[in-house]
């Protein structure tokens, strides 16, 4: 008899199967990509009203904790309360999923991504004294309240969706989408290379067919949510000056 967790495991293959049927893997794609230029959006914002903190990329905010405690300055609370706040986000998602898929319910993205939603409309209809577009009480329960709003929403929303077909790709933040995208393009120029030398085909013709090749087609989807990325972060920063 299967275990629990084997139960557990096939009920969540049986849910993504249910998902691609319904979504589709370009559907899937376009949603990753939209999802990845709000993470930018957002981190950008966050990163000039909280005066540099990192409410998707918790890499940045790691290194602050290590700079504020290699000074020993109390301002470590600041990136700590983000961090904290992200992975409280990405537990309470995948122990939202779990009971979803146990329970088949197939649609149960929808809960977390309008959990996220609600998050970010909480942060947008605040009044907080700004100045300057910045935030100027850095101490304030307020400002740790919103820092942790904007951070756990961004966990929420890394925790929804990392699968894309066979990639792994997370919305909040583009270094591994960088490195897979390296990866795969080193990958499909030794294809090319192959092709050359073994088929005797010409460049034209193997480009040609390159269209079907897949780390081809990962390499310029993975391109394509760094951009995304890239292009939310500068229109938050062009929105949030504005």
Wanted: glycine share 8%.
């Amino acid at each position: 008899m299967p275990s629990p967790w084997t139960q557990a495991s096939c009920a969540r293959s049986v849910t993504i199967m249910m998902n691609q049927r319904e979504l589709g893997a370009v559907g899937k794609g376009a949603a990753a990509m939209v999802l990845t230029l709000v993470g930018g959006f957002v981190d950008a914002v966050g990163y000039v009203a909280l005066f540099q903190i990192f409410t998707a990329n918790m890499s940045g905010n790691s290194v602050h904790i290590g700079m504020y405690l290699g000074k020993l300055e109390p301002s470590l609370a600041r990136p700590a309360c983000a961090v904290g706040a992200y992975v409280l986000g990405l537990i309470a998602t995948r122990i939202v999923l779990e009971i979803g898929a146990r329970a088949d319910f197939s649609r149960i993205a929808s809960c977390t991504l309008a959990a996220e939603a609600m998050l970010l409309l909480v942060f947008a209809r605040t009044q907080p004294k700004m100045h300057l577009g910045q935030f100027t009480d850095l101490r304030s329960p307020e400002y740790f309240l919103l820092v942790a709003t904007l951070a756990l929403s961004m966990g929420i929303q890394a925790g929804t969706l990392t699968r894309i077909g066979a990639l792994t790709v997370y919305t909040t933040f583009v270094t591994g989408t960088l490195t897979k995208a390296s990866e795969s393009f080193a990958r499909f120029l030794f294809w090319v290379w192959d092709e050359l030398r073994l088929t005797k085909s010409g460049v034209l013709a193997v480009f040609t067919r390159a269209a079907k090749q897949s780390d081809a087609r990962d390499a310029l989807f993975l391109a394509a949510v760094w951009c995304s990325y890239v292009i939310g972060a500068a229109l938050g920063t062009a929105a949030k000056f504005r």
